[in-house]
């Protein structure tokens, strides 16, 4: 399989059609991982599509891989969710190209929200510390009901109330965009703060 034959796109009207075969793929690859999920319905998806929250991957006109965005208590949280790759397509690094697409979308849309991911996936662990995702504990996430709704499907929903959301066997992952700045604002100051210190080493000989 090639990756090049393959675009990574904002969804649009357009790709509408495709919203039944994705429910499938994630429904499908949720049951091979053993996974609760929460169960998405085409129209669901459609609604993310033509709602500008969705990145879709295409093989000519085959869907091959999937994701979205959702706002959260009234705009402070951005979750990245759904992402799923053709299981004949994966290991190509197009889950790359969706997570990367997808933050750009959330960045664009949403520039104050914090972006946050609740996974149990490895791969998507390395994809979001690659963005500069860091894990945290659930409490720093959305306390939106409704997010946490979508967590009724999963196995693991017990344990997810017996620690009264604070924990789950999911490792929430939280980029914050003022940790953008901080750094930028940190690297703009590094080099003169750096040749400060040398001039003042080599005048006192301290190291
Ligand atoms: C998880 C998933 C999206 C990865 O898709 P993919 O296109 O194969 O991933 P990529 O090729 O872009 O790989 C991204 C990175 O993850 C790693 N990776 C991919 N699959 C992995 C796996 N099963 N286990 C561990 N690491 C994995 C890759 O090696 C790569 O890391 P590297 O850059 O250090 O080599 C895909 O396996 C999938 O759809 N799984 C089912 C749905 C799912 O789990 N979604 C996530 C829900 S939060």
Redesign the pocket.
């Known amino acids: 399989m090639k990756a090049n034959n393959i675009t990574v796109q904002y969804a649009t009207e357009e790709h509408v059609k495709y919203a039944e075969t994705i429910c499938k793929l994630i429904y499908e690859?949720a049951l091979q991982?053993g996974t609760g999920i929460a169960r998405r319905r085409p129209e669901y998806i459609a609604d993310k599509m033509t709602g500008g929250k969705a990145v879709v991957a295409l093989d000519g006109d085959r869907v091959v891989g999937f994701s979205y965005i959702e706002c959260w208590s009234h705009g402070d949280y951005v979750a990245t969710s759904g992402?799923?790759?053709d299981p004949e397509?994966?290991?190509?690094?197009?889950?790359?190209s969706i997570k990367d697409k997808t933050f750009q979308l959330a960045r664009e849309r949403f520039p104050y929200a914090k972006i946050f991911s609740l996974?149990t996936?490895?791969?998507?662990m390395?994809?979001n510390t690659r963005l500069g995702y860091v894990p945290t504990t659930l409490s720093e996430l959305t306390q939106d009901d409704e997010f946490w709704k979508g967590c009724e499907g999963c196995i693991n929903i017990d344990i997810l109330k017996r620690n009264n959301r604070q924990r789950c066997l999911c490792t929430g992952m939280l980029y914050d965009p003022k940790w953008d700045k901080k750094q930028k604002k940190a690297s703009w100051f590094a080099p003169y703060w750096m040749a400060f210190k040398n001039r003042l080493s080599s005048i006192f000989h301290v190291k």
């Open positions: 690859s991982r992402l799923i790759v397509y994966r290991h190509l690094g197009l889950a790359k996974t996936s490895l791969a998507v390395k994809l």
